[in-house]
């Protein structure tokens, strides 16, 4: 069996349980070295083969797999596997093989960064849609997901994979949202050296300049960053659910 388990973000508690469990018995493990915490290593069994997949190719990561097909394999990964993960080219391979696998959920990034600056994506009479997304680069972007129409519809939004073009970041958002919002940049979040960097289009891309932040970072967009809004219904004394009956 090969276990597909999102690591998190950054700080090594933040593995699953089970994500952990499978980890301490696995026979091999291909982590993404350069994001994952190399700490996560230190709880593999002795005798466990490692490899660190940023130096592997496609090819390479599927070969390892095969020749160890019969032995408990984990494939961690940073965040969640099923973000940016470039999971589902290793999943079709091993269809083709007939090997067995699961996917084990991580903590994303995005949610990470929110929790770093203290904030709620969704909030009543504010927006209850948050936009995953990056910006082109060499990785092209469909058309009808161009940041400037994305950031039309006025909802939050985390950016992926885009803080080293942040000027043209700024550029398609403000055309989008059409004014003045605010803006998050959070640098390794969860990690011991997390930078968290609050502003808004007016100036966020100056003050990540001069922090010289460049890669590993998280762009939140939104008026959820810093705005009025309407408490949830959820906890109101007047309000009735299945659970719980009016106080008032």
């Known amino acids: 069996m090969v276990y597909f388990i999102g690591a998190g973000p950054g700080d090594v508690d933040l593995i699953t349980v089970k994500g952990r469990d499978i980890l301490t018995k696995a026979d091999v493990i291909i982590y993404a070295g350069s994001l994952v ?28 797999i095969k020749e160890n097909k019969n032995k408990l394999i984990v494939r961690l990964h940073t965040g969640d596997p099923s973000i940016y993960g470039a999971i589902k080219e290793q999943l079709d391979e091993l269809d083709k093989l007939n090997i067995e696998y699961e996917v084990v959920p991580g903590v994303s990034s995005f949610v990470a960064a929110a929790s770093a600056i203290k904030k709620e994506f969704t909030l009543p009479s504010v927006t209850q849609t948050v936009i995953l997304t990056r910006i082109e680069g060499r990785t092209p972007v469909p058309k009808t997901e161009d940041l400037e129409r994305l950031a039309q519809v006025g909802a939050s939004m985390a950016i992926f994979l885009s803080i080293s073009m942040i000027d043209k970041v700024v550029a398609k958002l403000r055309s989008g949202y059409g004014r003045n919002v605010p803006v998050a940049v959070v640098e ?61």
């Open 188 to 248: 390794r979040a969860t990690w011991d050296n997390e930078r968290c960097i609050i502003g808004t289009l007016d100036d966020i891309a100056d003050k990540v300049k001069e922090a010289k932040i460049t890669k590993c970072a998280q762009i939140l967009v939104g008026d959820f960053i810093d705005c009025d809004y309407d408490k949830s219904l959820l906890y109101d004394k007047n309000f009735t659910h299945m659970f719980r009956g009016a106080k008032e």
């Open 37 to 64: 915490a190399k700490e996560h290593m230190d709880y593999c069994k002795e005798g466990a083969l490692i490899y660190n997949s940023a130096k592997m190719t496609l090819e390479e990561v599927i070969e390892v």
